[in-house]
């Protein structure tokens, strides 16, 4: 049994092709190879925090996984990051623990910008003319770093509404090779971006229907309970993609099921990134379509980064 | 943040009142003062497992605490034992990982063992004749061991199917200061024993109500899953005191379910564990009533004994 600590997984991260391992556990999710039971939760009041247990397996392989991530939200009063959490690998052979990755959060918020990048190498449009950012935090830094592999594009507009946070972003992602340019109007974003990602924990839309200029593409990952929106519902109505990390959890939480909700779109519209990936269904098949991804984290993601992690230190 | 083998586990165990603790444990459950979420669980087909996941927290204390506990049953053909597992205990205050018992399953079965004892102190006869043990595995030995200090009777009678099983569990336990009586006979358990502990995964019932002797306690913590029964629902009919861990969680699963399902009790007729321990319920009034406690397993004994242990080598 080994027990790797957070330095040790940032230095394995070095060897690993995390795109390439999600890419075939959205698959397997999408082909019904993966177990994945419903999301365990612990909420906490004072302070207040949540506690989110993903856990299953994909079938015949070695491992079964279990991951704790949890957020609490006052720690930067203590000087601690709101993230925690660890991952642990069993044998699914005979239940053995054999790993423990003590990765405090960290590999949830690789694997759901790895999911970002994923998105964008399906459903981006072939030019990207401006890459839009909607929030400042460290998923909104992490999706763009993985973009890099993935899009050319270096030009970016990020919408915040601290400025402080807004001059931060730029400074972090001005030294990683990107330009950016900061605005606190949402407008500005739309209006020359054609590939969005939203990463706020917003519950009402930042985004509508009117603002999205054709041949644009979004990917949203903030919104992953049923009471968070970043995507006003009728900009599912215009759009000729809708792709989702899992179809079933998709009509439950994140932006797509406040439109189903509403009828503007049926779960018969839905295609799911792994059918994407694998072939079965289309991505973007032209420049002009409007495509949205919407994410909101699966058991198969942590599984497949947890094990990617574990053997490049095995 | 402290990881602790089994070896150390077992050390401080020799420090620890785990009674008291999970005395404790279940009075908190009882009085609406734990959060515990209903049971993950994941299931394998080749090899045969199970895994369950049992995680909460008690309502203002330190920790919350997650319990992973597995069983695979393939492994005694590797030389393996079946159960394996760990226990993790976070910060209730800002999710901060602050110990991993690598308990390997023997945490499980001690916490269980002392819910038998529990059950024993508030409903055992005030004068047992014989013990009465169903089974001859790891449970049934443990559940023995730990009445040592709540009943003063060693004389036992045990009832199994493998002379080699039954031969394994005299020598153990009349190693540790009982007289143990092998049988292969039910009857000549409920005939002889006022105080009954069934301890089997049966599917079918091995007690029927006309073998049940006016004054006998029967304490049953072998069935944990809708599926399993040890008692036929007609001895609940009988009984004076139904005692059951959760009242939720027995009308779901464990002996209790058959008995309602068949209108033969009610829910209103059970007694929680933890109000009998506060006093809030009674348990047994005289030596002629018949009692039964169905003990399927809380999150809280989990917490209770990963908290118990921790504090004691922290």
Redesign the interface.
């Known amino acids: 049994?080994k027990?790797i600590n957070l330095d040790q997984i940032k230095e394995a991260l070095k060897t690993i092709d995390i795109i390439t391992a999600i890419e075939k556990g959205f698959i397997a999710y999408s082909n019904g190879n993966a177990?994945v039971?419903p999301v365990?939760?612990?909420?906490?009041k004072n302070?207040p925090?949540d506690?989110h247990?993903k856990?299953?397996?994909i079938i015949g392989d070695e491992y079964?996984v279990?991951k704790?991530a949890?957020?609490?939200y006052d720690?930067p009063k203590?000087n601690?990051t709101s993230?925690?959490?660890?991952m642990?690998l069993?044998s699914?052979?005979?239940?053995?623990?054999l790993g423990?990755l003590?990765d405090e959060g960290y590999l949830t918020d690789l694997r759901t910008s790895a999911a970002g990048a994923i998105a964008a190498k399906y459903l981006a449009p072939r030019v990207v003319n401006k890459i839009g950012i909607i929030g400042t935090g460290t998923q909104a830094k992490l999706q763009l770093e993985y973009l890099k592999n993935i899009i050319g594009c270096r030009d970016v507009i990020v919408y915040g509404r601290s400025d402080y946070n807004l001059s931060q972003f730029k400074i972090e992602m001005e030294n990683k090779g990107f330009q950016v340019i900061p605005t606190k109007s949402i407008e500005e974003v739309t209006s020359s971006c054609n590939f969005i990602i939203t990463t706020t924990p917003s519950t009402s839309p930042l985004l509508f229907a009117k603002q999205i200029k054709t041949g644009t593409h979004i990917t949203a990952v903030g919104a992953d309970s049923p009471q968070k929106q970043e995507l006003d519902e009728n900009i599912f109505r215009n759009a000729d993609v809708i792709a989702a990390d899992s179809i079933k959890q998709c009509v439950e939480r994140g932006d797509i099921t406040h439109a189903i909700h509403k009828k503007i779109i049926n779960e018969g519209q839905l295609v799911e990134l792994g059918n994407i990936i694998s072939g079965k269904n289309k991505g973007r098949i032209d420049d002009q379509q409007i495509t949205i991804a919407d994410l909101t984290g699966l058991a198969v993601q942590d599984i497949q980064i947890a094990k990617a992690v574990f053997e490049a230190i095995k």
């Open positions: 049994m027990i177990v039971p365990g939760e612990l909420l906490f302070p925090g506690v247990i856990y299953g397996y079964y279990i704790v949890s957020g609490f720690n203590l601690l993230s925690n959490g660890l642990l069993f699914q052979k005979t239940g053995a623990v423990i003590l």
